[in-house]
């Protein structure tokens, strides 16, 4: 399965925030969305980050402090690792565990497909494995019998 699959499933909506928005605001815009990160966009609509959940925890554990006075631009990730709509489940289920991320924006050229998460990723092997165990049961099913 590849990921193009996994979208075309999922849809391609995004949500995103710009640098220089409060936290405070991207924080409420996950919560009511009931999302785990935002694509970070400049002015020009260019994808410049990204920031998730872990990045504000981590801001919360660092600063111990009032998230107010922050900016997206001050918490957000800038070491985009991307994936493509032509790559494997297997592959970007390993890019993201090896880079311990659960957020990933896909990417055709410049443009924004969409982002796909760990658990779409674990889903999409969970239906694949699915599959092949049904396939694999028909096929014994169906073996013929020595005489």
Same mark, same amino acid.
């Given at each position: ?14 949500? +995103?925030? +710009?640098?220089?928005?409060?936290? =405070? ?8 969305? +009931?999302?785990?990160? %935002? ?17 504000? /925890?981590?801001? !919360? ?10 900016? #997206?631009?001050? /918490? ?5 690792? =991307? ?8 592959? !970007? ?12 924006? #896909?990417?055709?050229?410049?443009? %924004?497909?969409? =982002?796909?998460?760990?658990?779409? #990723?674990?889903?999409?092997? %969970?239906?694949?494995? +699915?599959?092949?165990?049904? %396939? /694999? ?11």
């Amino acid at each position: 399965m590849i990921i193009r699959e996994i979208l075309a499933f999922k849809g391609g909506a995004t949500f +995103s925030t +710009s640098p220089e928005k409060p936290v =405070v605001e991207a924080i409420q815009q996950m919560v009511e969305r +009931s999302i785990g990160s %935002l694509i970070v966009l400049d002015d020009t609509g260019k994808m410049v980050g990204i920031i998730t959940e872990r990045d504000i /925890l981590r801001a !919360v554990h660092k600063y111990a402090c009032d998230l107010g006075t922050f900016k #997206v631009t001050d /918490l957000m990730t800038t070491r985009l690792i =991307v994936g493509g709509p032509e790559d494997t489940v297997d592959h !970007v289920r390993g890019m993201m565990t090896e880079n311990h991320i659960r957020h990933l924006p #896909v990417v055709e050229g410049a443009a %924004l497909l969409g =982002v796909i998460t760990f658990h779409d #990723v674990a889903k999409a092997c %969970l239906n694949e494995a +699915s599959f092949q165990n049904k %396939l /694999l049961k028909g096929y014994i099913k169906n073996w013929p019998e020595e005489e």
